[in-house]
């Protein structure tokens, strides 16, 4: 029966370390499903099962635990990076400035909280736990992961920094929903006026594609070219299909306008209204029952020489004869503008000649077995750079050692820069939603099972006999104090629409257990678009100013 003690506890055993794994996770990611009041853990419940088996002695060799857990660390924050990438700049335009000040702003007040906490305590807590703690009480992993690399900078052989998360965690998760509940009924919220306030803002349909049909009335047109009345309207717009006398055909640059003529416009919606009185009056038309030989179909980008390139540069009107009315990405269209950068992944709404039409399919690509291809060169690329680039030391006067992105903060900076501008040195970004969550849970379910397995054997000791019962007092003061106090000036003093502030709220935790309960209880998609606006660049800070602190305070 040799075989299998040594499965269960030869530590080096390759079969060993992979039934290890496989079980803890396995179970793991089960246990995760389970709600308690609605709430349940997911994926981080594959660390509490680390602890369990970690704690009856199972466990893997240590270097390999510390390979396993880097790596996995890495793979979770490059796909982040990616993820977040192009939407990271573009997320401080307009309201977005105001809301990503405000999770800016929570942050802040987090990490303030700990390190009061840490001062007060007068040495009898150690800083590296109490980053643990608040990491846990901000329910964000990869913060952790980027903490426990920059320990390894420092030598760091204390108590494993995953016991403050664990014992935060849990607490953490409904502090946050609790801090959302408690902002509703302090501000007497009523769902109907936020509603109706939200339905008077939609801030967001100026960015969705406007279609109508517009009949020419207007004589100070009639005998001008499109180009010409494109410069004197100073819109922009797509006229894809003009009827003059019966006949239906595609317009260029050089196309008369008659009075009379029917246009099919797509244009913004912010546009449509001055569009529509500067050429005559909206009309209905069926365009499908014309008697025409024109065609509209969207096409998918799939050729990686197109990637990057400007919708303007293609020429597609003048060159092939057809209108690109709008584009699809990730399932939003956007208004098709000649300085719109088009993407491996976007769907092209192309109006013209069945024969054109067809061309312009051949020059795009349009074969779908492409992108089930992983662009695995990107991928790996950029952790290659990622890598060198949180290996580069920092040198900041004042401090004994040099600071260092890390093995976390290295990929996730280089992921977010190809992720926006990758296309420039022709690197295909694009992957399918399921390939990147598929890496992404795979990655942090290695890491939490790493991070368990190591901290099993001392969870119990800390909590019981240790500070364990502290941490998690500690982690849920850090957890609702900066939430209701920003919660509470976002609401009374700039006026947020509570739906929205739903989102900014979880979003700045990064936590999709509160994203989730906010969706449920709000039935509309301010909550997403909330938490997405902030999601990018809280990331990033939450990875980045745990280390920095650990750097910064022991270094």
């Keep these: 029966m040799d075989w299998i003690y040594n499965l269960l506890f030869e530590s080096s055993s390759v079969a060993h370390i992979v039934f290890l794994y496989a079980f803890v996770i396995s179970l793991g990611m089960l246990l995760g499903k389970i709600k308690v009041f609605g709430i349940s853990l997911g994926v981080t419940f594959v660390l509490f099962t680390g602890i369990f088996v970690g704690h009856f002695g199972l466990t893997a060799d240590t270097h390999i635990l510390h390979f396993i857990r880097e790596f996995g660390l890495i793979l979770f924050v490059y796909c982040i990076g990616l993820q977040v990438g192009p939407s990271f700049f573009t997320s401080f335009k307009q309201g977005g400035i105001r809301l990503n000040a405000l999770a800016v702003a929570i942050v802040v007040l987090n990490l303030i909280v700990a390190l009061s906490v840490y001062f007060l305590a007068n040495g009898r807590l150690q800083l590296p736990m109490i980053i643990g703690v608040l990491y846990g009480a901000v329910t964000n992993t990869p913060g952790l992961g980027a903490a426990n690399e920059a320990l390894n900078q420092l030598n760091y052989s204390g108590d494993p920094i995953a016991l403050g998360y664990a014992c935060a965690y849990p607490l953490g998760v409904m502090g946050i929903i609790g801090s959302i509940i408690l902002v509703r009924y302090v501000c007497r919220v ?3 006026k936020e509603e109706a306030s939200l339905r008077e803002l939609d801030n967001e349909v100026h960015k969705q594609p406007h279609i109508m049909t517009v009949e020419v009335r207007n004589e100070a047109i009639v005998g001008k070219t499109l180009i010409q009345v494109k410069e004197f309207l100073a819109r922009q717009f797509v006229i894809s299909r003009i009827r003059h006398d019966g006949h239906v055909s595609i317009p260029n640059q050089n196309t008369i306008f008659c009075l009379g003529d029917q246009l099919y416009i797509v244009s913004t919606e912010e546009d449509s209204e001055a569009i529509t009185a500067f050429i005559g009056r909206e009309i209905k038309m069926d365009w499908e029952k014309q008697d025409t030989p024109l065609v509209s ?7 990686a020489n197109v990637n990057g ?3 303007g540069s293609m020429h597609f009107n003048s060159v092939y004869g057809v209108n690109v009315t709008r584009v699809n990405r990730s399932g939003v269209d956007l208004f098709a503008n000649p300085n719109l950068v088009l993407q491996v992944g976007d769907r092209v709404m192309v109006v013209g000649q069945e ?11 349009n074969q779908l077995k492409r992108l089930d291809t992983p662009n695995l060169v990107t991928i790996f690329v950029g952790i290659f750079m990622g890598i060198f680039l949180g290996s580069l030391p920092i040198f900041i006067p004042g401090m004994p050692t040099p600071v260092k992105l890390g093995l976390a903060g290295g ?4 992921a977010i820069l190809i992720g926006r501008f990758g296309h420039k040195l022709k690197l295909v970004t694009y992957t399918t939603m399921s390939a990147n969550l598929m890496l992404r849970e795979i990655g942090i379910a290695l890491f939490l099972a790493s991070v368990g397995i190591d901290a099993g054997a001392s969870f119990v000791n800390t909590v ?3 500070d364990g019962l502290i941490y998690v007092g500690i982690g849920f003061l850090i957890t609702i104090i900066p939430l209701i106090l920003v919660g509470l000036v976002a609401r009374l003093y700039y006026k947020i629409n509570y739906f929205t502030l739903m989102g900014l709220m979880a979003g700045s935790y990064t936590d999709p257990p509160a994203l989730a309960y906010s969706n449920q209880v709000s039935g509309n998609d301010a909550p997403a678009v909330g938490y997405s606006t902030v999601y990018p660049l809280t990331m990033f800070l939450r990875i980045l100013t745990g280390q920095m602190v650990l750097l910064m305070m022991l270094g």
């Design 190 to 192: 009523k769902f109907s």
């Design 297 to 303: 179909r969207r096409i998918l980008v799939t050729k």
């Design 309 to 311: 390139r400007k919708l």
């Design 355 to 365: 024969d054109a039409v067809a061309r312009v399919t051949t020059v795009l690509g």
């Design 411 to 414: 990929p996730l900076v280089v």
């Design 464 to 466: 019981v006999h240790g």
